[in-house]
Each structure stands twice: as C-alpha cells, then as structure tokens.
C-alpha cells in the first residue's frame, strides 16, 4: 500500500492542483454550527493535502473499526470495471459497499473475481453488503450467496436492505440471526439501510441495542431538519455508526434553472464541483463516518477523492448557497417521507420508491439502474401503483410534488 501511495503522489498532486487552482486559497477559523457541522469565514482557507492515497478515516461508531470517509458505491458493472477496485484502494478507499440484488448479483460476482484475484487484500477492505430479505431463512441463503460470490469467509458489515419501519428489523427472531451469524464469524456488524422514513428508523435503532451501523439518505437538503438531527443524535450516543447515500440530494424532476447555474458558479471559484460540495457538506457533521457514492468511472472517483482530501471547510456563505438551492429546487425533490403519500387515503407502498427510480433516471442519468430497481419492487407493489388515488398522495406531499405526473412518466420509462 505505501509503495502504491507514492506512486500515486506526483500523479495525485497535478490532478489536485489542478481543481485547486481556482480556488481562491484562504483560511481556517472554525465555528461549530447545530448538529457537528463546522464552517470556516469566507476570507481564507488552509492549503489542501494532496496526495491520493490518504483519503480520511473516522471511527465507525463503537464498532472499533476505522473505516474511509469515502465508501465506494457498488451499483456499476463489477466485472467489466476491475480497475475501479484497485483504484480505489490505490486511493485509500477501503470501505467498499455493495448488496446480494445490485446488478443482479454482478456487483457481488466482480467484487469476488478481484479478491479472488489478490486474496491479500481482503483484510484491508471494510466489506458490506445487504439482503432485501426479512426473515432468517431468506437472510442465510443471501448472506451464503454472497460468501460464494465474493471469495470471502465474512462480511464485515450485513444490512437488511432499504426497511422503511423499523418493524422490519425489530423482531427477535432477526435479533437472533443477526447473533447467530456473528458467533459463526460469518459477519462481524449487524444493521439496515433506509432510504423511506429514515428520520423514524433512526430515531428507534439504538432501543434495540443490536444496530451497529445504519445507511440512509442524507444530505445538504435533509441534514437541518430537526427530526433528522435528533435522529442522528440519538445514534451517535448509542455508538451506532452512520453512513450518508444520497448525499447529491438529486429530484425526480429535471430542475434545468438559473439555480444550477448559480450553485455551479460559487463553487468554481473556489476550484470545486457542486457535486464536490455536496459531499463536503455531508462529511461536515462529524457523526457521519463516510459517504457512500455510486462512482462508476475514474472521473468520479478522482473528483471524489479529492473532495475528501480537501481540507477546506465549507464557508458560511457555502452553507447559505446550499440552502438557496435546496430551497429553490425542494419542490423536486423527494424527502423519502412516504409516512404522508404512502398513507394518504387510496394509496399504498410504492410512491417514494418509484420517486428514487426516477431520481436515477433525472438525475443521474442511469436509467437502466432505474428500471432494474423497479423490477425488484414486488409484483404487487408495481401493479399497485396503477389504482392510487395520486391526488390524495399529492395533497399530502409536504413538498408539493406533482406525483401524479411523475408515475405517470415512470410508467414509460421503467416499466
Ligand atoms: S410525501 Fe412527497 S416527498 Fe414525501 S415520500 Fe411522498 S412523494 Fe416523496
């Protein structure tokens, strides 16, 4: 590893300064702001570290483990993009994320031909993956499917995949899975991933006592309301560990405005993508281990990377800007707050999931991630959508998103 970091250094080093250039360099005097987040003046900022192969790490609640700030995001072609792998441990991305469904099982089966490939690494990866699965039997073959695919003798960390309540990891008998499997050594940390309702699942983890770690939506839009602070609260003092998906913050809606372009504008005077900043703003509450980001190509790795290597503090004028935005482009987005659409007389379970689908396709582009998502969704699910009572859900949409014409052209794009 540390021969594979000086090597990256020179490389690294232009690549950096490149981005940096534009910035206008500065200063550093911190003021702590709600909920672990910190801001710098606007008159300067410390000189960036440079050097690829030192992305940060933070404590992984009270697990023990340090894991990189930067975690890679599994949905991509594995197996096609072996490189991305050695990348990104070359870059010191070492908590690596996937789950048994993502590519249809291809993420799992790539990762496994790169450890199969260089069996020494496994021990420096933080390895998670997830079960869409809610009882033991159907957890147990996913988790031995994914030994099988990965090459590996243990995951580091297992998620029940995207609950919405946190009825769906509650039960004792998933408490005794979840003990079980961790006493055969097959997994080291126990927890779920939510991307409906997070701020709920959250707040109830730490009553159970065996949530190590928890992935959710979180970002610049979602980070400042007060349950989602109190969520995170609540799972810091536990010592439960957080990860942060979804940190673009990206609509169902295509939102082509002057917004954009005045976000875009403040950041490249200071030599960073919005996407750069958006992370940053993540990574500013400390409660936050790392960011998991879907990163595809070198291009986003590198710009990722350095974001994590930039040490430069989000002004409070960074803040305000990002609060301008999320404020102009909110009614685009959605919160996952499916307690109100889901729940509206008429309606049932499926509305902010086919909300994140299209956030795939509007927002980052993929539509074919999009569509394998919505084939996952159960059968009854999907031809539910057809007879809500859209209206309804509209109504109770805290954010005023115009759901029906958003199913209605998820219809044409992902069925
Ligand atoms: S109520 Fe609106 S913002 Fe909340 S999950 Fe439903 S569509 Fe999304």
Known sequence: MKDRKSDNQQ????????GASLAGLGT????????GQTSTTES???????GLGDVPSRQFGKTGEKVSILSLGGIFDIINNQMMLKKALDFGITYWDTANSYHNGKSETGIGLYLEKFPETRKNIFLVTKSGSRDPKGMTDHLTLSLERMKTDHID?????????????????????????????KIRFFGFSTHKNMESCLAAAPAL???DGIMFTYNYRLMHGDAMKAATDACAKAGIGMTAMKTQGGGAVKTDSDAEL??????????????????KAVWANDQISAVCSQMPNLTVLTANTQAALDERKLTAGDWKALRTYAETTGSAYCAGCAMNCERAPGCSEGIADVMRM???HTSFGDTHQARMAFAELPLSVRSGLSGMNLSEATNACPRGLN??????EAMEVLA
């Open 358 to 360: 299209m956030m795939y």
């Open 262 to 279: 005045a976000l875009a504008g403040r950041f490249l005077e200071k030599g960073l993508t919005p996407f750069q900043a958006k992370i």
């Open 209 to 211: 006592g065996y949530i």
């Open 11 to 18: 490389l690294s080093r232009r690549g950096f300064m490149a």
């Open 28 to 35: 550093i005097l911190s003021t702590t702001m709600a909920g």
């Open 44 to 50: 300067a900022a410390s000189a960036p570290k440079v």
């Open 403 to 408: 759901i029906a014409a958003v199913l209605k």
């Open 157 to 185: 960390l297992f998620f029940v995949h995207g609950i919405s309540n946190i009825s769906e990891v509650s039960s004792p008998a998933v408490k005794e899975w979840a003990d079980q499997m961790k006493k055969a050594g």
